[in-house]
């Protein structure tokens, strides 16, 4: 973080709070895309908000991301109001005093501000089967509140993010060009993923036959992008909305379990012990559902299991792309991570298979009830 940064969130946080206030503008949290601040001001009333420095080299159409979030935070807000819902339930976007969703200052860097979502907590990983549940409802009710948003109006920010078999073709590039002369070393690793290369369009070609709805989606359903009552425990809050976009319910469900229910670490040497938590997918499975009244159609419960395994599956060749062309994207703290990952990723696709009749089991059992 540049010196002058701390000074520019200050300069940023006085275009939304330009009164006489006394600002307290320093860094939060530990996020890896965007810069992070906790604003708070003395009022009266006193007040905290959440600052943020977009990171226009991951998202360059600005104005088109803030037009996803300005939409999607209204229309939750709208939904929670006619449920009369706890207001924490959705991120509230603070316009400039002059209507607009989001500051460009004169480095043409882009900033926004959220107000601070009160008594809430998060976590990388949950500390307690019930965390894990409670979060997976959290963003059940995300998808449910969506539902009936248009889902097609909201801009394709990261065009093909969940595309599989566009990320098979990427790591294909990345075989042809060798970069790094890695490819000798990950045989094993390409034949696994080649002899499964007609799996990689499923979910999509579903999508195109109409088979799939498109709905609202996260894409980053991670743990930690769940804010947590820090009385109760339970989720309150869906965070992080800057990947919302069109796409399958699949991917939302798919990207948590591969994260939430692996028996080990992402990047962990012990393979041998890699396997998917039966009991974790089926408290995820409920939690995200919402007991079977989510809303889902049945072609999308049945997909579920298929989500699961193909975020596994791409998330272990974009790993293994990013090894293959130098390690560029993903950041790593030691040599050989990213192979890692992909070794990982690629050895929980695996086990899905192996308990594939389970998973699917479960998925029935518990959207049946």
């Known amino acids: 973080m540049d010196e002058t940064l701390d000074a ?47 990171n226009r080299r991951v998202f360059s159409d600005v104005a088109a991301l803030m037009e996803n979030i300005a939409a999607v935070t209204a229309h939750l807000q709208m939904k929670l109001r006619q449920e009369n819902a706890d207001p924490r339930g959705a991120l509230s976007l603070v316009y400039t005093p002059d209507g607009r969703a989001y500051y460009s200052d004169s480095r043409k860097d882009c900033w926004r501000m959220y107000v601070y979502v009160e008594n809430t907590v998060s976590y990388d990983m949950p500390e307690s089967p019930g965390m894990f549940y409670s979060a997976a409802r ?28 566009a990320r098979l073709g990427q790591l294909e590039d990345a075989v042809r060009r060798d970069a790094c002369g890695r490819v000798c070393e990950v045989q094993a690793e390409l034949e696994f993923i080649m002899a499964r290369r007609d799996e990689t369009p499923l979910l999509e070609q579903m999508r ?32 992080d909305l800057d990947t919302v976009m069109p796409g399958l319910t699949a991917y939302d469900f798919g990207d948590a379990i591969r994260f939430g229910a692996n028996t080990i670490a992402e990047d962990s040497l012990d393979l041998h012990r890699c396997g998917i938590d039966l009991t974790r997918y089926r408290q995820y499975a409920e939690g995200f559902t919402l007991g079977g009244t989510s809303g889902l159609t049945p072609a999308e419960t049945d997909a579920l299991p298929l989500g699961a395994k193909m975020m596994t599956f791409e998330n272990g ?42 998973m699917r089991r479960i998925i029935r059992e518990v959207t049946e009830k």
């Open 138 to 165: 959290t963003f059940g009710k995300f998808s449910r509140l969506l539902s009936d948003f248009p889902a097609r109006t909201l801009h394709e920010t990261l065009p093909g993010f969940h595309d599989t078999a």
């Open 8 to 54: 520019r969130a200050y300069a940023a946080a006085c275009r939304w709070l330009p009164g006489n206030e006394t600002l307290r503008v320093r860094p939060h949290g530990h996020g890896h895309i965007n810069d992070t601040f906790l604003v708070t001001s003395t009022g009266p009333p006193p007040r905290s908000f959440i600052l943020q420095r977009i």
């Open 208 to 239: 195109k036959a109409g088979e799939l709805p498109v709905r609202v989606t996260h894409n980053d359903t991670k743990f930690n992008n769940v804010l947590i009552d820090a009385d109760t425990g339970e989720g309150v809050c869906v965070i």
């Open 317 to 358: 060749m974009r790993f293994l792309a990013d090894y293959l062309n130098g390690d560029v994207y993903f950041k790593t703290s030691r040599p050989r991570q990213n192979l890692d990952r992909a070794r990982t990723q690629l050895a929980l696709t695996a086990d899905m298979e192996a308990h594939w009749d389970e």
